[in-house]
């Protein structure tokens, strides 16, 4: 039977072409979308790593060409934690979760490199406000204000791209080619290691990170200054006036802004949402030109091949089979078209092309596979059920 097949599509080699082109194409579009949908929903279901419910990134500016002293701004920090639903606050750096705002670089052990990790100056109070899963150490503390070397703490996937599989606590790592003369500052001391996080958007995949412990009596003077703030659940526009008023309490020329994190987690998700259903709106045009190129490709072999069937069916052949035969013919072309483009698909996780796993790959191969049979035996369906009806005599009689 397969035989046979083979030996009709061959006789019509230049027609299948065309289709095999048309299904090889169709299937890398497939594929693409399912590579980006499949990862996409699994960085979706991933955990966060930090719980970002509940919490305000106060924004605390000096007037232009102003500085605001680090005694002054730990007081305005004092001040916005006394008041009433506020549970903690953090001085952190600039590039916090959900924001256009990144910092990142490559480390070093013992001639080891991370991959490009983020980082993020953070004080004390850093954990109590994002609520980080530590596991193993602590995080930073007073006791630390002595240390030699800045206290760090480091991702579990930046642990293991470090130090593998051995410990990590009280190890110190620099920057990337640190150079002879290192700075003290410039030598992190892992002192904790948390859960992977995922600070980008909901659609992002977990980055390696290190949050470097900010100095608490330094006499750095801040132009802009980020906190975060914890507060108490149902607190809303009222809280808020009421840090916009500290704030400017302290000194006129500071201004301040305060938003909330979770409204800033959907703007980012709106925004990463864009070209992933850009993309999907072309692959789906796509796929219905295609369709419909492959129906009516499909109906032309049948008026074309009018006298083949009326000849199969008078010496015997029953509809069903006749339907059957193109349909089978549909499969065995579509399959050359699917075995191309799973070879090209198969060099993605080969080459480990834009960093992703395994799997979302092998899984998105899968999913173009099926959708493409799924495809071509819906638009191979009515043109065998009108071979099927063909009669003989009628067919037979026309030619």
């Given at each position: ?342 070879l090209l698909a198969a060099q993605f996780p080969l080459l480990n092309a834009f960093d992703l796993p395994v799997q979302p790959y092998l899984l998105a191969i899968a999913a173009a596979t099926g959708a493409v049979y799924f ?25």
């Amino acid at each position: 039977m397969f035989r046979h097949l083979f030996t009709l599509i061959w006789n019509r080699k230049r027609a299948n072409l065309l289709l095999i082109s048309e299904i090889f194409f169709s299937f890398v579009v497939l594929f693409g979308v399912a590579a980006v949908l499949i990862t996409s929903a699994k960085n979706y279901l991933a955990p966060h790593g930090f719980n970002y419910e509940q919490v305000w990134r106060l924004e605390v500016r000096a007037g232009q060409n102003l500085k605001m002293p680090r005694a002054e701004l730990d007081d305005v920090l004092r001040q916005v934690k006394a008041l009433p639903g506020v549970r903690t606050v953090a001085l952190t750096s600039g590039n916090l979760p959900f924001i256009f705002n990144v910092n990142n670089s490559v480390y070093e052990y013992q001639g080891k490199k991370s991959p490009v990790t983020n980082y993020y100056d953070a004080d004390d109070h850093y954990n109590e406000a994002l609520q980080l899963h530590l596991r193993e150490g602590r995080w930073f503390a007073p006791a630390d204000d002595g240390s030699n070397h800045r206290p760090v703490v480091i991702s579990q996937d930046l642990r293991e791209s470090l130090f593998g599989n051995g410990p990590a606590l009280g190890k110190i790592f620099t920057w990337e080619n640190p150079g002879k003369d290192v700075k003290p500052e410039d030598q992190f001391q892992v002192v904790g290691v948390a859960e992977p996080v995922r600070m980008e958007s909901d659609f992002s995949a977990a980055i390696p990170t290190a949050w470097l412990r900010l100095l608490p009596y330094d006499t750095t003077h801040w132009e802009t200054a980020n906190v975060l703030v914890r507060v108490a659940p149902g607190s809303g526009g009222e809280l808020q006036e009421k840090i916009a008023r500290t704030v400017a309490g302290v000194t006129r020329q500071w201004t301040s802004q305060v938003r909330v994190m979770d409204d800033e987690r959907l703007h980012r998700r709106r925004y990463t949402l864009v070209p992933v259903v850009g993309l999907c709106i072309m692959g789906l045009f796509l796929i219905i030109n295609v369709a419909l190129g492959l129906f009516g490709v499909l109906w032309y072999n049948i008026s074309q091949r009018r006298a083949e069937i009326g000849l199969r069916r008078a010496m015997g052949a029953t509809g069903a089979g006749i339907g059957w035969q193109f349909l089978g013919e549909m499969m065995v072309v579509t399959t050359f078209g699917v075995v191309l483009g799973g070879l090209l698909a198969a060099q993605f996780p080969l080459l480990n092309a834009f960093d992703l796993p395994v799997q979302p790959y092998l899984l998105a191969i899968a999913a173009a596979t099926g959708a493409v049979y799924f495809i071509t035996a819906l638009c191979a369906w009515q043109p065998s059920r009108l071979a099927a009806a063909i009669q003989p005599a009628v067919a037979l009689r026309e030619e």
